[in-house]
């Protein structure tokens, strides 16, 4: 009996211990998207966090010295950083990796490139992609978000064992359960968040980078790159089994936000972020005529063959109001 005590004892505090941590656990709101999320780690300790292992990285892998390389990261991350609105205290590290493709944003706003991803980016507007993308895990906490949803699968793990008991006659049967809740809640639990995450942030990817005066339509170019490269290594897998979604997935999703982040889409100081860098000059006011009977709206497009390199521009009308259209593969300006 006195067994069975302290058995019902371990399985109360487990419990209980459940209990308090749901119930103090914070609720924070993504930005732009509103999911709310379950959090278990004060943003304090999360930034401190961040930051020690962004300075341990920073000493076990060399740092790129290349100016062209890091004026670029500069110029690009600072911007993308602007467009979150976040008070973070921002830095941009180029690690001299070219075998790694590879780019990170850890808790308040350390940003790791590593070059190898430079040679997938190939352009600026490339290269606001993928910071965007992981400046969004930043601003989402989804760091934290994982932190606690790791918390939560080990302590329901804790439960389950205090509840199958013990005895010698059932380890067996009890071996299967937890050998059946870890698979479950890895495939039916964790991967499906972690890819959950990764869309969630490439939505929001896309309107930091429309912020930031990128056109968020070379995301698209950027991923079909990144599959294309992929591919030719053999890199296929199964989503199921995968932390992030399929490339042919992820650039299906990203074209259905398109019409979202092109809303936010605001080109500096009236001019468009070059894919090759920089800025140019922006869209030239040429009088059109107008199509008859048509009134213009924000969820209208204009389509427009480029005659240069033959590439579909869809431009907002809302963008468009009469001027001539600047080609965003080639750069050419045409009527």
């Given amino acids: 009996m006195k067994g069975i005590g302290a058995h019902l004892n371990r399985f109360a505090v487990a419990l209980l211990t459940a209990a308090v941590l749901i119930l103090f656990s914070g609720c924070y709101t993504i930005p732009i998207t509103g999911r709310q999320s379950m959090i278990l780690l004060d943003e304090g300790t999360e930034m401190q966090m961040g930051a020690s292992s962004y300075a341990e990285i920073r000493k076990k892998t060399k740092i790129s010295t290349d100016p062209v390389i890091n004026a670029q990261v500069q110029r690009v ?48 507007a490339g290269l606001a992609t993928v910071i965007a993308h992981e400046v969004a895990h930043a601003a989402a ?6 932190y606690s949803q790791d918390m939560m699968l080990g302590l329901g793990g804790a439960v389950l064992g205090e509840a199958l008991g013990g005895a010698d006659e059932n380890k067996k049967d009890d071996e299967k359960w937890k050998v059946a809740y870890g698979l479950g809640s890895t495939l039916f639990v964790a991967l499906p968040h972690s890819r959950m995450q990764e869309s969630e942030a490439d939505r929001m990817g896309l309107i930091y980078m429309g912020k930031a005066g990128y056109d968020p339509r070379e995301a698209v170019a950027l991923w079909e790159r990144f599959k294309a490269y992929k591919d030719k290594q053999g890199q296929s897998r199964i989503e199921f089994l995968s932390t992030h979604p399929t490339d042919e997935r992820r650039i299906r999703d990203i074209k259905a936000h398109l019409h979202e982040a092109l809303r936010y889409h605001r080109p500096v100081a009236g001019k468009e972020a070059s894919p090759e860098g920089g800025a140019t000059t922006g869209l030239v006011a040429v009088p059109v005529a107008k199509p008859a009977n048509v009134v213009p709206t924000a969820t209208m497009f204009l389509k427009a063959k480029c005659p240069r390199c033959g590439k579909v521009n869809r431009v907002p009308f809302s963008a468009y109001r009469g001027q001539s259209i600047r080609c965003y593969s080639c750069g050419r300006t045409f009527k």
Avoid: S
Wanted: net charge neutral; proline share 4%.
């Fill in 77 to 124: 991350g600072k911007r993308v950083a602007a467009a979150t609105g976040l008070n973070y205290n921002w830095e941009f590290t180029v690690f001299d990796d070219p075998e790694t493709i590879n780019a990170f944003c850890l808790p308040g706003g350390k940003v790791g490139i590593h070059t190898g991803i430079l040679k997938i980016t190939q352009n600026d």
């Fill in 141 to 146: 906490r989804h760091g934290a978000e994982r």
